[in-house]
């Protein structure tokens, strides 16, 4: 089971770019590297999704080094809006063996006017 | 596409009563799964459905118990309801495979007075 670190809480600031790092040292060969974000009392929204070098969508970047132990999402010139929780998943949603949900605490990021 | 449904969105209960919350997950979608998300507890997984079976269940106790029907709409239910029980209920559907990438529903806010 792919145990993700993440920082509690980070601060910008309106037009900055911010990235947001998560370590995950036992990231098995077939897992793929998901982002989510989540505003208060709402579901997770799904962001990005990867599994190696660099993934762009419309919302945000993804980078993922060669040796996959870590990972870094990219949120471009950020808005009060983006103000919110973002959790990186390695792997399954949930470990089938222990049935226990893979979800870490997340980073709680917010942006200042 | 439309997204995953979940009703009702708000709900208040007294401590010894039952709730039953519904998700309709996005269509083709095959697979529901649920959590439980709490200030303290973070996200929890409760269990998932494929195919109206269970094919994973977290480390809640009995009281909580769900079910899938053939459309792959998903219920949850919640007896004898407890303080404790006061959570954002998530519902999250994909397509299959673990390593499908989920989406959530918007939640139940559950309040157990």
């Known amino acids: 089971l792919a145990k993700t670190t993440q920082p509690i809480s980070m601060d910008s600031y309106e037009g900055q770019e911010v990235n947001i790092t998560c370590s995950h040292n036992n990231i098995a060969t077939n897992d793929y590297i998901t982002w989510y974000q989540q505003f208060p009392s709402q579901g997770p929204r799904f962001i990005i999704q990867?599994?190696?070098t660099k993934v762009t969508n419309e919302v945000a970047s993804l980078f993922i080094p060669a040796d996959r132990k870590s990972s870094t999402l990219s949120l471009p010139r950020v808005s009060l809006s983006d103000t919110a929780v973002y959790y990186c998943?390695?792997?399954?949603?949930?470990?089938?063996?222990?049935?226990?949900?893979?979800f870490g605490d997340g980073t709680t990021l917010t942006v200042k006017p | 596409k439309a997204g995953v449904t979940q009703t009702p969105r708000y709900l208040i209960k007294t401590r010894g009563q039952q709730v039953t919350l519904s998700c309709s997950p996005i269509s083709g979608h095959r697979s529901v799964s649920w959590y439980q998300q709490t200030p303290g507890q973070g996200l929890q997984f409760l269990f998932e459905y494929f195919s109206e079976t269970q094919r994973n269940k977290g480390n809640f106790p009995g009281r909580f118990s769900g079910r899938q029907f053939s459309n792959s709409r998903s219920e949850m239910n919640v007896s004898t309801l407890e303080l404790g029980d006061s959570a954002l209920y998530l519902c999250a559907s994909k397509q299959s495979g673990f390593v499908d990438t989920q989406y959530f529903g918007p939640g139940t806010r559950l309040t157990v007075l």
């Open positions: 990867g599994y190696k």
């Open positions: 998943l390695v792997g399954a949603p949930y470990n089938t063996n222990a049935g226990k949900s893979t």
